[in-house]
């Protein structure tokens, strides 16, 4: 099995981050690595190991690390200050690229979070319609609040709808605030609207859930049934936000929500994310149009913050030149294909899902359609394939690949290589 060459220096910091941070990381992935610095579609550890970089900073490093037309556009406005609290023109006109962009968005509230954006699409949902619980999908991830650790990741799925908290330190009355129902069902999920709709402010959903994609009429399903119903229609794009296509998945997918989270690719690698959607929804956070009372309070310290903005619009210009997505999707579906061809090679029960700027790998041949089926993968399989990619100069999340405008068709070759040896490593147990 390979191993990953660790320096002393490397292994100082590492220690000295057991003293004062908990568990000895920032929270986010399982492995110990200390990145020192990334290029393009790479990035380097602190004992200068070498990686293809399909962690990407999870998901926001679309157009790869320090891009020069990021960075020239960041050090322009840092040279300016960097945070002003009141509106700024670069703020604006990455607002006014937003509406252009994204069918749903007719207007724009900054944060500095996707769990504040979900959190607040949510707190708009329950304004617009002044009801108080949101039906999410048992799998389903939004971020970190209260109201999204739940049934995200659960032990043993219980029943429809009642919902089970992901971690400790949930107020209990709060579970009975969300609504689970199963991804990918639309009957289930359509009736379970249909039933509690005098109580519902609106519906959650990650268009692609974590890797799996949306069976056909599901997303269309949901979007009548909200309609139907008067509730808002929520697409967590946080993720798939300027990713799956320059509009997103709702463009993608073809079904436009009322509302819409967005973070990751529009900061640019910065602290911003936003809330979107049309003017019927939007309208909320403006307290002279619908009212003290009715108004969705909703300030933040860095909300709009010019540095991010920079970089973020230097981002959406880079993927606005002709044939980005085209090339991003032939590098993803390049590395799909390639990864669906080593596991026959290997003789390997095991998938790729996901689109191809986005997707992971499951061991099990079973067809996969919700969090039940993904569940059923063989986790333990994973787990030594990514211990294995990131000791051959892989680096990955633990449970996705993202790919970058910066992943020349050689740079797949050479991951694919990589992965040839992982998944032969993982055959062999
Ligand atoms: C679909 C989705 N929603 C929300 C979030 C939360 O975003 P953040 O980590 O910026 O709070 C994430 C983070 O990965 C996500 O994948």
């Given at each position: 099995m390979a191993e990953r060459n660790v320096s002393d220096a490397e292994a100082l910091i590492a220690a000295r981050a057991r003293n004062v941070l908990p568990a000895g990381g920032f929270g986010n992935?399982?492995?110990?690595?200390?990145?020192?610095?990334?290029?393009?579609?790479?990035?380097w550890d602190e004992s200068g190991n070498e990686y293809l970089d399909f962690l990407l900073?999870?998901?926001?490093?679309?157009?790869?690390?320090?891009?020069?037309?990021?960075?020239?556009?960041?050090?322009?406005?840092?040279?300016?200050g960097s945070t002003f609290f009141v509106n700024n023109e670069l703020g604006v006109q990455l607002a006014e690229e937003i509406v252009a962009a994204v069918p749903c968005a007719e207007?724009?509230?900054?944060?500095?979070?996707?769990?504040?954006?979900?959190?607040?699409?949510?707190r708009l949902a329950r304004a617009h319609r002044g009801r108080g619980k949101i039906m999410k999908f048992e799998g389903g991830f939004h971020g970190m609040s209260d109201y999204a650790l739940m049934s995200m990741a659960p032990a043993r799925p219980g029943n429809f709808p009642q919902a089970a908290p992901d971690t400790a330190g949930i107020p209990d009355s709060v579970r009975d605030?969300?609504?689970?129902?199963?991804?990918?069902?639309?009957?289930?999920?359509?009736?379970?609207?249909r039933e509690h709709q005098d109580e519902l402010a609106g519906v959650i959903v990650e268009p692609l859930q974590r890797m799996i994609p949306p069976e056909p009429g599901f997303l269309e399903a949901l979007r009548d049934a909200t309609r139907e119903c008067g509730m808002a229609l929520i697409f967590d794009e946080v993720v798939t936000g300027f990713r799956f296509a320059y509009?997103?998945?709702?463009?993608?997918?073809?079904?436009?929500?009322?509302?819409?989270?967005?973070?990751?690719?529009?900061?640019?690698?910065?602290p911003l994310a936003a809330v979107a959607g049309g003017?019927?929804?939007?309208?909320?956070?403006?307290?002279a149009e619908v009212g003290a009372e009715n108004a969705v309070k909703q300030i933040g310290t860095l909300s709009g913050n010019p540095v991010a903005a920079a970089a973020g619009l230097a981002t959406l210009q880079i993927l606005k030149r002709d044939g980005a997505y085209d090339d991003l999707f032939?590098?993803?579906?390049?590395?799909?294909?390639?990864?669906?061809?080593?596991?026959?090679?290997?003789?390997?029960?095991?998938?790729?899902l996901g689109e191809p700027p986005m997707f992971d790998i499951l061991f099990t041949d079973a067809p996969v359609t919700d969090y039940r089926g993904a569940a059923q993968s063989d986790g333990a399989k994973l787990k030594l394939f990514n211990d294995q990619v990131l000791a051959g100069g892989l680096l990955k999340g633990d449970n996705k690949f993202y790919v970058s405008?910066?992943?020349?068709?050689?740079?797949?070759?050479?991951?694919?290589?990589?992965?040839?040896?992982?998944?032969?490593?993982?055959?062999?147990?």
């Open positions: 992935v399982t492995f110990d690595v200390v990145i020192r610095e990334g290029r393009g579609g790479r990035v900073g999870s998901g926001p490093m679309l157009v790869g690390h320090a891009h020069p037309d990021v960075t020239a556009a960041v050090q322009a406005q840092v040279a300016r207007k724009v509230r900054y944060l500095s979070s996707g769990s504040e954006a979900t959190f607040y699409a949510m605030e969300i609504l689970i129902a199963p991804f990918n069902d639309a009957e289930t999920a359509v009736s379970l609207i509009g997103g998945a709702q463009e993608l997918y073809g079904v436009v929500p009322d509302i819409c989270a967005l973070g990751k690719v529009i900061g640019g690698g910065y003017d019927d929804f939007m309208k909320y956070f403006d307290a032939a590098a993803g579906r390049q590395f799909m294909d390639g990864l669906t061809a080593l596991f026959a090679k290997h003789g390997l029960a095991a998938q790729v405008t910066a992943h020349t068709g050689a740079d797949i070759a050479e991951a694919l290589d990589i992965c040839d040896r992982a998944v032969a490593a993982v055959a062999a147990t």
